[in-house]
């Protein structure tokens, strides 16, 4: 039984009342002892963030000074709103930069910033060290908002928003409210650095105008004749032996993007200095570059088209000037005349028949699934004076897979017509295939027959190319490879090529080749060997 | 004793006891409120989201694709990368434009900690025993070390090259450290938190002093050395010189090197640990490794600027950041499977995959998503107001989890 005075349970009480109020204002003693430390972290960043803030200002303002002409001190305006500058970032006064709902602490008035109240360093105010934290917190936020780097970013989002009849605009599903896509302003708080603003407003610069490359070569070929005899022209001149060839080609490609996935392109190349085909008399260009030949030291357009993708960019459709051996019958490891063989008939078919550029269309399927279908056709004679009567129309089927124990492979199969000789429809057909045997070793093939009564012309080629560690240097890559034409109409041509292309740069490539050209007309044979050395850039 | 006395002595209990309660609140009143406030119960069932410009990062239940919470991290935070805490306590971000480290109590959600790092901290990485959160600062070259038990930074590791990813080894003696300012890994010994070597993946080659263009501009070197499943190896892709170097953890040296296409982005280990794709920005390819043999299986066509891989039902998902494709590939014929078009004029961003590998959760930063795909079926499922511009995703326990 409890025995106590009604004294003793008030006085117990109070006491117990008392000890709770005493624990409960601990927190705040204690908080003092936080509060300064609190205050000393805040008293650095801040010391930091004004440093920090010098820094980035002074060479804002060099970067700034070229546009000091038009637009004084402003900081550069985002492209999104319409020119309007902004204002000065580093300017503390304004207050539209602020942040929203923020209020700008009072300015100093004398003495030290960071204790405009002019409070002793140790002073154990609780009241006075919150005002002081509150100031400088409010301080930093600031500085990190608007001064240090940038003001908030700001840009144009696509927005999907509900109207209703009345023009009445929502922001979700409303009834009798119609969805709509609009664009609208949004800013944000990511601060940006100097370097990034420069590097966005130089992308965003090049995405606007037109892109300029160039492709610039030279060749050197020495034309050594190693059977048979000398080559007599028609008009009876008789070909010397051990001549020197140069070529130098330049083509400029400019691009631009005009809409949503179409750009233009267009290609004027120009070359100059005698190659070796007009002297030899090959079958095939001893010098691919030549293919592109229409006229010398003049600038042609060889192409000129342009290009748009439908169909989630499953279906491209090019259309003006082409070259259609751009699409069709391509090959990893012999393809290209600027970096691979230079052997014309080691860069494309032979059976394709297809001799200069004109105007067409070429359309390309490719799910990116593996298959990819190709078809189109182009005028094939610069002399015809209608399409119908010089058209050249190609479809080709490719696919890619992998087969055990080698990389992947690319098979293509093509089927070609051409009526430029006036004698109806000439056929042609052949393959392109490249396949990896392993990282560094890929093995190609072409095969093709073209219609030339009462028989075909007979065209293949095939060879290796190394690269990946089987060469001195990581880019470099080297092949060799062998091709032959068998045409109805006589004659007969076994190339044997190899080349070395050194990666320089990644811009500029040395190459050195080896071609062996064996020419059989009747019981008459001549063959020439064609070292040659070529220089290549592009940029 | 009298009534009286009785009622006297309890009301003098009870208001004492009521005081006692009242003082106590008072003392702890954080740990009375987390209680209260418990938003995610189990980590696992969340993907969290990092939205770089909202400077908060989201938790969207996985079965009901809500947002259940958001986390605020301050005004120009802009934090990077997300991670969860091996033992699902934490979550944490480093914030790129505050310099600071962001620790997030996992089931409140409240920001418990805010801890000042070294310059634009963005990649992390916890050590195996969730005790150690190493926060890569790549301007300032260094890696901030935080001791998960105290909440403080114990320590800033000098001495590296714009510090990207950091690997932990599986027992947690060493950390692998990808430089992308330079072309070796920094191996740390995480007993001392010192970095004790460096490992070159490859020297340049001798024409690199004719191309200034190319090898003394903009460093493009290793962003990560990926682990194998067991983490026996590292794979370390290196941007500047298209190599792939093979590191053996155990006696931290480079076994092999391996020639890719042109400023490979990173590695990416498949889940069963058989290959390795590389995305290939440089010629918009991706080369992918056979381990077993170490030697390119294959080398196939992708789409630009690439910066996230990952692994579901079979398949390999590569990003391609600026078309608005996902590119599909066969990991078993090691062959191209379509590609998946998620928008136009979007910015897609990097995505986590769910555990069980069936979905992978791709955050798009132009219109502020995050896009489901169905790995098996490809199916497309958008989740939109996540934040402004998400630009990653994580999920405890996947396999998938990376940043840019």
């Given at each position: 039984?409890?025995?106590?005075?009604?004294?003793?349970?008030?006085?117990?009480?109070?006491?117990?009342?008392?000890?709770?109020?005493?624990?409960?204002?601990?927190?705040?003693?204690?908080?003092?002892?936080?509060?300064?430390?609190?205050?000393?972290?805040?008293?650095?960043?801040?010391?930091?963030?004004?440093?920090?803030?010098?820094?980035?200002?002074?060479?804002?303002?060099?970067a700034?000074?070229?546009?000091?002409?038009?637009?004084?001190?402003?900081?550069?305006?985002?492209?999104?709103?319409?020119?309007?500058?902004?204002?000065?970032?580093?300017?503390?006064?304004q207050?539209?930069?602020?942040?929203?709902?923020?209020?700008?602490?009072?300015?100093?008035?004398?003495?030290?910033p960071?204790?405009?109240?002019?409070?002793?360093?140790?002073?154990?105010?609780?009241?006075?060290?919150?005002?002081?934290?509150?100031?400088?917190?409010?301080?930093?936020?600031?500085l990190?908002?608007?001064?240090?780097?940038?003001?908030?970013?700001?840009?144009v989002?696509?927005?999907?928003?509900?109207?209703?009849?009345?023009?009445i605009?929502?922001?979700?599903?409303?009834?009798?409210?119609?969805?709509?896509?609009?664009?609208?302003?949004?800013?944000?708080?990511?601060?940006?650095?100097?370097?990034?603003?420069?590097?966005?407003?130089?992308?965003?610069?090049?995405?606007?105008?037109?892109q300029?490359?160039?492709?610039?070569?030279?060749?050197?070929?020495?034309?050594?004749?190693?059977?048979?005899?000398?080559?007599?022209?028609?008009?009876?001149?008789?070909?010397?032996?051990?001549?020197?060839?140069?070529?130098?080609?330049a083509?400029?490609?400019?691009?631009?993007?005009?809409?949503?996935?179409?750009?233009?392109?267009?290609?004027?190349?120009?070359?100059?200095?005698?190659?070796?085909?007009?002297?030899?008399?090959?079958?095939?260009?001893?010098?691919?570059?030549?293919?592109?030949?229409?006229?010398q030291?003049?600038?042609?357009?060889?192409e000129?088209?342009?290009?748009?993708?439908?169909?989630?960019n499953?279906?491209?459709?090019?259309?003006?000037?082409?070259?259609?051996?751009?699409?069709?019958d391509?090959?990893?490891?012999?393809?290209?005349?600027?970096?691979?063989?230079?052997s014309?008939?080691?860069?494309?078919?032979?059976?394709l028949?297809?001799?200069?550029n004109?105007?067409?269309?070429?359309?390309?399927?490719?799910?990116?699934?593996?298959?990819?279908?190709?078809?189109?056709f182009?005028?094939?004679?610069?002399?015809?004076?209608?399409?119908?009567?010089?058209?050249?129309?190609?479809?080709?089927?490719?696919?890619?897979?992998?087969?055990?124990?080698?990389?992947?492979?690319?098979?293509?199969?093509?089927?070609?017509?051409?009526?430029?000789?006036?004698?109806?429809?000439?056929?042609?057909?052949?393959?392109?295939?490249?396949?990896?045997?392993?990282?560094?070793?890929?093995?190609?093939?072409?095969?093709?027959?073209?219609?030339?009564?009462?028989?075909?012309?007979?065209?293949?080629?095939?060879?290796?190319?190394?690269?990946?560690?089987?060469?001195?240097?990581?880019?470099?890559?080297?092949?060799?490879?062998?091709?032959?034409?068998?045409?109805?109409?006589?004659?007969?041509?076994?190339?044997?090529?190899?080349?070395?292309?050194?990666?320089?740069?990644?811009?500029?490539?040395?190459?050195?080749?080896?071609?062996?050209?064996?020419?059989?007309?009747?019981?008459?044979k001549?063959?020439?060997?064609?070292?040659?050395?070529?220089?290549?850039?592009?940029? | 004793?009298?009534?009286?006395?009785?009622?006297l002595?309890?009301?003098?209990?009870?208001?004492?006891?009521?005081?006692?309660?009242?003082?106590?609140?008072?003392?702890?009143?954080?740990?009375?409120?987390?209680?209260?406030?418990?938003?995610?119960?189990?980590?696992?069932?969340?993907?969290?989201?990092?939205?770089?410009?909202?400077?908060?990062?989201?938790?969207?239940?996985?079965?009901?694709?809500?947002?259940?919470?958001?986390?605020?991290?301050?005004?120009?935070?802009?934090?990077?990368?997300?991670?969860?805490?091996?033992?699902?306590?934490?979550?944490?971000?480093?914030?790129?434009?505050?310099?600071?480290?962001?620790?997030?109590?996992?089931?409140?959600?409240?920001?418990?900690?805010?801890?000042?790092?070294?310059v634009?901290?963005?990649?992390?990485?916890?050590?195996?025993?969730?005790?150690?959160?190493?926060?890569?600062?790549?301007?300032?070259?260094?890696?901030?070390?935080?001791?998960?038990?105290?909440?403080?930074?114990?320590?800033?590791?000098?001495?590296?090259?714009?510090?990207?990813?950091?690997?932990?080894?599986?027992?947690?003696?060493?950390?692998?450290?990808?430089?992308?300012?330079?072309?070796w890994v920094?191996?740390?010994?995480?007993?001392?938190?010192?970095?004790?070597?460096?490992?070159?993946?490859?020297?340049?080659?001798?024409?690199?002093?004719?191309?200034?263009?190319?090898?003394?501009?903009?460093?493009?070197?290793?962003?990560?050395?990926?682990?194998?499943?067991?983490?026996?190896?590292?794979?370390?892709?290196?941007?500047?010189?298209?190599?792939?170097?093979?590191?053996?953890?155990?006696?931290?040296?480079?076994?092999?090197?391996?020639?890719?296409?042109?400023d490979?982005?990173?590695?990416?280990?498949?889940?069963?640990?058989?290959?390795?794709?590389?995305?290939?920005?440089?010629?918009?390819?991706?080369?992918?490794?056979?381990?077993?043999?170490?030697?390119?299986?294959?080398?196939?066509e992708?789409?630009?600027?690439?910066?996230g891989v990952?692994?579901?039902?079979?398949?390999a998902?590569?990003i391609?950041?600026?078309?608005?494709?996902?590119?599909?590939?066969?990991?078993?014929?090691?062959?191209?499977?379509?590609?998946?078009?998620?928008?136009?004029?979007?910015?897609?961003?990097?995505a986590?995959?769910?555990?069980?590998?069936?979905?992978?959760?791709?955050?798009?930063?132009?219109?502020?998503?995050?896009?489901?795909?169905?790995?098996?079926?490809?199916?497309?499922?958008?989740?939109?107001?996540?934040?402004?511009?998400?630009?990653?995703?994580?999920?405890?326990?996947?396999?998938?989890?990376?940043?840019?």
């Open positions: 039984m409890l025995r106590v005075s009604k004294y003793t349970i008030v006085v117990t009480t109070l006491v117990l009342m008392t000890a709770s109020l005493v624990m409960a204002q601990a927190p705040q003693k204690q908080s003092q002892a936080e509060m300064i430390a609190r205050l000393q972290q805040l008293q650095k960043e801040l010391a930091e963030l004004e440093a920090a803030a010098a820094a980035v200002q002074a060479p804002a303002k060099v700034a000074a070229p546009q000091a002409g038009q637009r004084g001190a402003q900081a550069p305006a985002p492209a999104q709103q319409g020119g309007r500058g902004q204002a000065p970032a580093a300017a503390p006064a207050t539209p930069g602020m942040p929203p709902g923020m209020v700008m602490p009072a300015g100093p008035t004398g003495g030290d960071n204790n405009p109240e002019g409070l002793p360093a140790d002073s154990t105010n609780p009241q006075a060290l919150l005002d002081r934290i509150k100031l400088l917190e409010d301080k930093i936020r600031y990190e908002s608007n001064v240090v780097l940038t003001d908030p970013e700001t840009r989002r696509k927005k999907t928003v509900y109207v209703d009849k009345n023009g605009e929502y922001d979700q599903p409303t009834a009798g409210a119609k969805k709509t896509v609009t664009y609208e302003r949004e800013r944000v708080f990511r601060r940006n650095n100097i370097n990034e603003k420069i590097e966005e407003a130089l992308s965003d610069a090049e995405e606007h105008h037109v300029v490359g160039v492709n610039a070569g030279i060749v050197s070929q020495f034309a050594h004749r190693t059977k048979g005899d000398a080559l007599v022209q028609d008009d009876g001149t008789v070909i010397k032996d051990n001549k020197a060839y140069m070529l130098a080609s083509d400029l490609f400019f691009t631009a993007g005009i809409a949503q996935n179409t750009i233009f392109f267009a290609d004027i190349v120009g070359l100059s200095g005698p190659p070796p085909d007009l002297e030899l008399g090959t079958l095939s260009l001893v010098n691919g570059y030549s293919a592109r030949l229409v006229n030291n003049e600038l042609n357009l060889r000129a088209w342009l290009r748009t993708e439908l169909f989630s499953k279906l491209a459709l090019t259309a003006g000037r082409l070259d259609l051996t751009n699409y069709f391509h090959n990893v490891a012999a393809n290209d005349e600027t970096s691979q063989f230079i014309d008939a080691l860069v494309n078919n032979g059976a028949g297809l001799a200069e004109g105007a067409g269309v070429a359309i390309v399927f490719d799910p990116k699934g593996g298959f990819n279908f190709k078809a189109g182009q005028q094939s004679s610069h002399t015809a004076t209608n399409l119908s009567d010089s058209i050249y129309s190609l479809a080709e089927l490719g696919y890619v897979t992998r087969l055990p124990g080698m990389g992947e492979g690319n098979y293509r199969f093509w089927y070609r017509t051409d009526n430029t000789k006036g004698t109806g429809y000439n056929i042609g057909f052949g393959t392109s295939i490249d396949q990896k045997l392993g990282p560094q070793v890929t093995l190609f093939g072409r095969y093709g027959e073209s219609q030339a009564n009462p028989e075909r012309d007979k065209f293949y080629s095939g060879g290796f190319q190394f690269a990946q560690g089987l060469a001195f240097y990581p880019g470099d890559k080297w092949g060799v490879g062998f091709s032959q034409i068998d045409p109805v109409a006589g004659g007969k041509e076994q190339l044997v090529e190899g080349y070395y292309n050194f990666s320089i740069a990644e811009k500029f490539n040395l190459s050195f080749h080896v071609q062996h050209f064996i020419e059989a007309d009747g019981g008459a001549r063959g020439y060997l064609v070292p040659g050395i070529r220089l290549q850039a592009s940029f | 004793m009298s009534k009286s006395k009785r009622f002595a309890a009301a003098g209990l009870t208001a004492s006891v009521f005081g006692l309660a009242v003082g106590l609140l008072g003392l702890a009143p954080k740990s009375v409120a987390r209680a209260a406030e418990v938003k995610v119960a189990d980590p696992t069932s969340v993907v969290m989201i990092v939205n770089r410009d909202s400077n908060d990062i989201a938790f969207m239940d996985i079965k009901t694709k809500k947002i259940v919470g958001k986390t605020f991290l301050g005004n120009n935070a802009n934090p990077h990368m997300v991670m969860m805490s091996p033992d699902g306590r934490y979550v944490v971000t480093g914030g790129t434009r505050a310099n600071k480290a962001f620790i997030i109590d996992s089931h409140t959600l409240e920001l418990v900690k805010i801890i000042p790092v070294d634009a901290p963005e990649h992390l990485a916890f050590s195996p025993d969730s005790r150690w959160y190493y926060q890569g600062n790549p301007e300032g070259d260094s890696i901030s070390v935080i001791d998960m038990q105290s909440l403080t930074k114990i320590k800033t590791i000098p001495g590296f090259a714009e510090p990207l990813n950091v690997t932990f080894t599986p027992d947690g003696t060493k950390a692998y450290i990808g430089n992308y300012g330079a072309h920094g191996v740390v010994d995480v007993r001392r938190h010192e970095l004790m070597k460096k490992i070159q993946i490859a020297a340049p080659p001798g024409t690199a002093k004719l191309d200034p263009g190319r090898y003394l501009g903009e460093l493009h070197g290793i962003n990560i050395a990926t682990p194998t499943p067991d983490g026996r190896f590292l794979y370390a892709a290196d941007g500047a010189l298209g190599m792939v170097g093979v590191i053996d953890t155990r006696e931290d040296k480079v076994i092999k090197t391996i020639q890719v296409g042109k490979p982005w990173r590695a990416y280990m498949s889940h069963d640990g058989k290959y390795v794709v590389i995305p290939n920005n440089g010629d918009e390819t991706i080369s992918i490794i056979d381990t077993s043999s170490n030697k390119v299986a294959a080398t196939l992708a789409g630009p600027g690439m910066v990952n692994f579901a039902a079979g398949k998902f590569v391609s950041s600026s078309s608005g494709f996902v590119y599909v590939y066969n990991m078993s014929s090691l062959r191209p499977a379509g590609r998946i078009k998620l928008g136009t004029n979007v910015q897609l961003e990097t986590t995959t769910d555990t069980a590998d069936q979905k992978i959760y791709l955050a798009e930063s132009t219109t502020n998503e995050v896009v489901i795909i169905d790995a098996r079926t490809e199916a497309v499922e958008r989740v939109g107001n996540v934040g402004l511009y998400p630009w990653g995703t994580h999920i405890m326990d996947s396999k998938d989890n990376y940043c840019h």
